[in-house]
């Protein structure tokens, strides 16, 4: 028995389609140069859920320490997320 299903959209639905598809790799080709290096420096294969966890965490680093003139809730703010990063980037990677 044959399972297989057909979907057909308009012309605009296609031309819709192709340009998400280019976005998403003009996208993922950074990533993806990152995860190599990445992979590199750990010395062992990535996939991009890990690399894209670690590319969250290195921004909540950023954010957290680099700007000089935020309020103090800001910075707890950011500094939770620092810490919600990391153990997310530990469970990923252990």
Same mark, same amino acid.
């Given at each position: 028995m044959n399972k297989d299903m057909v979907l057909?959209?308009?012309?605009?639905g296609r031309?819709?389609?192709e340009m998400m598809s280019k976005v998403v790799?003009?996208?993922?080709? =950074? &990533?993806n140069l990152l995860?190599?290096?990445?992979?590199?420096?750990l010395e062992r294969d990535l996939n991009m859920h890990q690399t894209?966890?670690?590319i969250e965490a290195q921004v909540a680093f950023f954010l957290g320490v680099? =700007? &000089?003139?935020?309020?103090f809730t800001l910075r707890a703010v950011a500094l939770?997320?620092?810490v919600v990063t990391v153990k997310k980037c530990r469970r990923l990677l252990a």
């Amino acid at each position: 028995m044959n399972k297989d299903m057909v979907l057909s959209c308009s012309r605009g639905g296609r031309f819709v389609a192709e340009m998400m598809s280019k976005v998403v790799v003009s996208v993922n080709r =950074p &990533v993806n140069l990152l995860r190599t290096y990445y992979a590199q420096v750990l010395e062992r294969d990535l996939n991009m859920h890990q690399t894209w966890a670690l590319i969250e965490a290195q921004v909540a680093f950023f954010l957290g320490v680099m =700007p &000089v003139g935020y309020a103090f809730t800001l910075r707890a703010v950011a500094l939770l997320w620092l810490v919600v990063t990391v153990k997310k980037c530990r469970r990923l990677l252990a």
